[in-house]
């Protein structure tokens, strides 16, 4: 099971770092990315950490501003956003497979409950 949490209203150009707890199953052995899904937009894969922690990007838009980082010691990965805009107003999930990250939506089997990130002025 993954919860995402850290989500909030933040300023344009503002950051927000998004946590994701994992539980109930072998943590460093899952890849884990994150999601996002505007109102009236479907759902995209943004930024994924593989077991071995290397890093993929899916979108280019968020290149240069978002990072991602995992502690497996606590169970947990990190999104920080930076420098954020009101297109990056979405609800963020996390979803992990095992080892690889993969641009494929449907081959993540355990999601979380998503976080709401409200970029506005």
């Known amino acids: 099971q993954l919860q995402a949490s850290g989500g909030g209203l933040v300023q344009p150009g503002g950051s927000l770092r998004l946590s994701c707890a994992g539980s109930g199953f072998i943590f460093a052995d899952y890849a884990v990315a994150w999601f996002r899904q505007a109102p009236g937009k479907e759902r995209e894969e943004v930024l994924c950490i593989d077991s071995l922690r290397s890093n993929t990007y899916y979108l280019d838009s968020v290149k240069g501003r978002f990072t991602i980082s995992r502690d497996n010691a606590k169970n947990m990965v990190y999104l920080q956003m930076n420098s954020l805009s009101q297109e990056d107003t979405a609800v963020y999930l996390c979803?992990?497979?095992?080892?690889?990250?993969?641009?494929?939506?449907?081959?993540?089997?355990?999601w979380g409950q998503g976080t709401l990130v409200t970029v506005s002025s």
């Open positions: 979803a992990g497979r095992r080892f690889i990250c993969r641009d494929d939506l449907d081959s993540y089997d355990s």
